[in-house]
């Protein structure tokens, strides 16, 4: 090996260590693991810059900025009202409906600010049914990463890999490419989770119920889920009718305009955002405080990360270990092997790391095997996001376990079979819609 490649194995492993000790911020070990590269030579500053100012970030940062002007403009808090009262008519069945809305939101803004805001909702709409909470936060956890999954800007895990992939020559993905896959992974274990969590989640002592009701969001807990101030996204806004329409309308035109291919997503996104401060429907400070760099700059690092794996040799290196051991087999098997590595690793450390990680060796099998590289990336964005089984493989699993008082293997029993289920929908999805 090399020099750099030790450097880089060296870096990669204590971030991965340091993200698994989980004691400090993740964006703090990203951003740790990229400085060092820099001052080792690993990594040029021009990589560091482009890893900054990568469309991945730009098209994120500008829909956190959307996002935040719906929700200062009330509109968000007012679907909420309306969602609490459909609640009180229909009970259980209305909690089940409004975890679908929230799901149906997830598809096109980040889940982490969605679930962030509608959490307490849900807990406090459960508790005042005379219903557990515990039904249903978890599975709003789940049901938002399955809709997020949906679109390419549905989660940054998406917005990541296409990034990832375009480094490595591929073309970008359609902002609706993936959906035909997303959709019925999504169906499948929205299925499962109104079919099994009450009965999975069941048997639970009282006591044990009314300590889950009482919890509160710790701040703590939630920086640790890089969310940053839960309060910027609590606070309760007054609906003003002229903002709400104006953000709702720059943001729709923003993910019209990539659907049909006029801009990509992080100039429209961009553009949008530039536009909602012109019209002062939502402040330069406003929008800063929108954000979220903890996410930003966590991805940031992750992609220096990469930079340095596919500069040094090592990605290649890693592509060639995995391609041995798929040797003489189809590419189907191949496409499954890739699916649960990129699965498991999910659940021990974050998507971005993940992400980082097994796209270029993705794009390497598919060249090994001389079939398109298309449906092993849509592989890694499915799976680097399907992290069900732990709570601490994706950010909103970290809020709901820490607000509903739930144990680390109530996780294991609802999101092991989750995990299954949709693996199967989507190897079989992608065998359908993306061919090799």
Request: a neutral charge; one cysteine or more; glycine letters at 8%.
């Amino acid at each position: 090996m090399t020099i750099d490649q030790v450097l880089t194995l060296l870096v990669l492993a204590a971030v991965v260590a340091a993200l698994i000790w989980d004691k400090v911020r993740a964006d703090v070990v990203a951003l740790s693991g990229a400085a060092v590269l820099l001052m080792t030579g690993v990594v040029r500053p021009v990589d560091v810059q482009g890893a900054f100012a990568s469309p991945a970030i730009i098209a994120l940062a500008s829909l956190f900025v959307i996002a935040y002007a719906l929700e200062l403009s009330g509109l968000l808090d007012r679907a909420i009202a309306m969602a609490v009262s459909m609640c009180k008519r229909m009970g259980a069945t209305g909690m089940w409906l409004l975890l679908s809305m929230i799901g149906a939101v997830s598809c096109f803004l980040n889940s982490t600010p969605i679930v962030v805001l509608g959490a307490p909702v849900v807990r406090d709409v459960a508790n005042a049914l005379r219903l557990s909470p515990k039904r249903f936060l978890m599975p709003l956890s789940y049901i938002t990463i399955l809709t997020g999954c949906c679109t390419l800007i549905g989660t940054s895990t998406n917005l990541l890999v296409d990034d990832m992939a375009s480094v490595a020559g591929q073309p970008r993905f359609g902002i609706f490419e993936i959906t035909p896959v997303g959709v019925p992974m999504a169906l499948a274990g929205g299925l499962y989770l109104f079919l099994f969590s009450k009965r999975l989640l069941g048997g639970r002592h009282e006591a044990d119920e009314r300590e889950g009701e009482a919890q509160p969001i710790d701040a703590s807990h939630v920086y640790s889920a890089q969310v940053g101030d839960p309060a910027v996204f609590a606070e309760p806004r007054p609906l003003n009718p002229a903002k709400a329409a104006i953000a709702l309308s720059v943001f729709a035109a923003a993910v019209g305009l990539a659907a049909i291919d006029v801009a990509p997503i992080a100039a429209s996104a961009f553009a949008g955002a530039v536009l909602l401060i012109l019209l002062r429907v939502i402040s330069a400070d406003e929008a800063y405080s929108g954000l979220r760099p903890q996410i930003l700059i966590l991805i940031a690092g992750m992609v220096v990360i990469g930079i340095a794996m596919e500069q040094s040799g090592l990605a290649a290196d890693a592509s060639r270990m995995l391609i041995g051991s798929v040797h003489g087999l189809s590419p189907l098997i191949a496409l499954v092997v890739l699916y649960l590595v990129t699965m498991v690793l999910t659940e021990l450390l974050s998507n971005a790391t993940v992400a980082v990680l097994v796209t270029p060796v993705a794009v390497a099998l598919a060249d090994s095997l001389a079939v398109s590289p298309r449906p092993f990336l849509v592989a890694v964005m499915m799976s680097a996001s399907a992290a069900f089984a732990t709570p601490f493989g994706y950010q909103t699993n970290v809020i709901v376990y820490q607000m509903g008082g739930y144990r680390y293997m109530d996780f294991v029993r609802v999101g092991l079979p989750l995990n299954i289920i949709t693996c199967v929908v989507a190897i079989a999805a992608i065998s359908v819609f993306f061919p090799f």
